[in-house]
Each structure stands twice: as C-alpha cells, then as structure tokens.
T-cell receptor
Framework: DGGITQSPKYLFRKEGQNVTLSCEQN?????MYWYRQDPGQGLRLIYY???????QKGDIAEGYSVSREKKESFPLTVTSAQKNPTAFYLC?????????????FGPGTRLLVL | AQSVAQPEDQVNVAEGNPLTVKCTYS??????LFWYVQYPNRGLQFLLK??????LVKGSYGFEAEFNKSQTSFHLKKPSALVSDSALYFC?????????????FGTGTRLKVLA
C-alpha cells in the first residue's frame, strides 16, 4: 500500500447525502484510478485520470464524480444519484514510463449506507 | 479489446504442495501482464509483472509466473504453499490502446491453503 493513502477507512452515508473519499499519493505518478469492489467480486473501474485537470469515465461512472486539481490528489464523490453505494472503494496510481508500467493500490475505503 | 480470464473461482491446495493459479489473456500486440494479491479488507498488493524479457518472472513472497505466448497464459505459481498465502489473487493486463492508461482485471481466484 505504500505511498497511496485513502481516508477514511470506513465511511457511513445517509440517504440523499453526497460523500467524498480521499486519495493521495506521494509517488509522483501521473495516472490515478478509482475502482469499486463488491463482496466476492472483482474490480470495476469508476474513473481514471492520466494527467492533472483531465479525467475519463470508466465502466460504472454514473452516480460518481471526481476532480484532479493536483497531481497528488484524486478525490471521489459518491453522489445521492448512486443508489447502491455500499462497496469497498480502491484508489490506485500508476507509473506510465515506458517499460516500467505498474499500478499500485491504496488500502481502500469501505462505504456503508445507514 | 484486451481481456483476461481467471477460470477458477477457488483453488485449494495443501500446505507445502506446489500451487498454480491460472490466467489467460487476449490482447492485440505484446501484452503487459500483472499479478496482484488481496488480503481481507486490504488493497491489492503488486506481486509481479511481465512486460518483456524472460518468460519466467519472479516476484514477491516466492511467487513466480510463466508467460506462455502460444497458450496466451500467465499462470501464477509457487513451489511450496503456505497457509499465509491464502488470499484473493487477481491477474491484470494493461490496455495498450493509444491514449489510454487502463488496467483490465480478471474476476479473481480465491486461494485456500489447507494446513
């Protein structure tokens, strides 16, 4: 998990509420990602960004929003439009230097709905 | 489009026995392949990768993987399994389409090492 921090570890959301998950990296990686993992399932890509001030939708972007104002930070907002937000959220960043491409993950945030 | 498949949801192996976790891929061009391990309520940890070079790649915790181009496989192996190896394992391929930085993950294989 080294170099990528996610907070909080657990997050509770009330119905109709927007919540923001934090992801910070000190690895000087250009690219950052958000994934959602449901129990017993694989990873699904929500959003990704390969450069500051630019990001692209992944496979399940509806109900989520992101920003990339700084290279180190890629916060994810789970909006009230996301009707089933309970999941484990994983942030990742990657080296994109030719021949060294590798993705690294943070420790995750578990989001629960009250 | 790039894809990976992990055909086994779960693999059981006795402690001390060799283990194999299977992964096959479908890519256009040369594949960039990765293995990750996930322990409960934790993020994924990088184990090893193949980008180019030797077909046998050695990684963390005694794991290795063999790239087989003719069989389009990248199976994860360890000569002697430990109970502490019990975890969820993911194979991944980097999407090399121009202008994208996406990584595509398999559905995961749960490894259970029995004492």
């Amino acid at each position: 998990d080294g170099g990528i921090t996610q907070s909080p570890k657990y997050l509770f959301r009330k119905e109709g509420q927007n919540v923001t998950l934090s992801c910070e990296q000190n690895l000087n990686h250009d690219a950052m990602y958000w994934y959602r993992q449901d129990p017993g399932q694989g990873l699904r890509l929500i959003y990704y960004s390969h450069i500051v001030n630019d990001f692209q939708k992944g496979d399940i972007a509806e109900g989520y929003s992101v920003s990339r104002e700084k290279k180190e930070s890629f916060p994810l907002t789970v909006t009230s439009a996301q009707k089933n937000p309970t999941a484990f959220y994983l942030c990742a960043s990657s080296i994109e230097q030719a021949g060294k491409e590798t993705q690294y993950f943070g420790p995750g945030t578990r989001l629960l709905v009250l | 489009a790039q894809s990976v498949a992990q055909p086994e949801d779960q693999v059981n192996v006795a402690e001390g026995n060799p283990l194999t976790v299977k992964c096959t891929y479908s890519v256009s061009g040369n594949p960039y392949l990765f293995w990750y391990v996930q322990y409960p309520n934790r993020g994924l940890q990088f184990l090893l990768k193949y980008i180019t070079g030797d077909n046998l790649v050695k990684g963390s915790y005694g794991f290795e993987a063999e790239f087989n181009k003719s069989q389009t496989s990248f199976h994860l192996k360890k000569p002697s399994a430990l109970v502490s190896d019990s975890a969820l394992y993911f194979c991944a391929v980097r999407d090399i389409a121009q202008g994208t930085y996406k990584y595509i993950f398999g559905t995961g294989t749960r490894l259970k090492v029995l004492a």
